[in-house]
């Protein structure tokens, strides 16, 4: 099975950046960076196919940037120009299913999450 081990999570002040990392045992077509912050659902951030098609939320587009190095298994998160409205536990995702569009695939396999705070 997948397993995803996050890393790079921290703390930062808005308009600092951060880039975060998944190692992964091995790679899945899609895969994707979600967010969840207490008391609300797990959002959708980025996602990225095997082939490098990406896409966004609406909130982070010009400002996250996805990527991936399937020789070396491992999935990125870019974040620049950070807000305080990116604060949340960040969660990588692999093994999307479902959909054609890996954005609205449903994931199966989940990280342990590593925590971003903007102040």
């Known amino acids: 099975h997948v397993q995803l081990v996050e890393s790079g999570g921290g703390s930062v002040q808005a308009g600092g950046s951060l880039t975060l990392t998944c190692a992964a045992a091995?790679?899945?077509?899609?895969m994707g960076w979600f967010r969840q912050v207490p008391g609300k659902e797990r959002d959708v951030v980025a996602t990225?196919?095997?082939?490098?098609?990406?896409a966004y939320a609406d909130s982070v587009k010009g400002r996250f940037t996805i990527s991936r190095d399937n020789a070396k298994s491992t999935l990125y998160l870019q974040m620049n120009n950070l807000e305080l409205g990116d604060t949340a536990m960040y969660y990588c995702a692999a093994n999307g299913e479902g959909s054609m569009l890996c954005f609205v695939a449903q994931y199966g396999v989940w990280g342990q999450g590593t925590q971003v705070t903007v102040s």
């Open positions: 990225i196919d095997y082939w490098g098609d990406s």
């Open positions: 091995n790679v899945t077509v899609c």
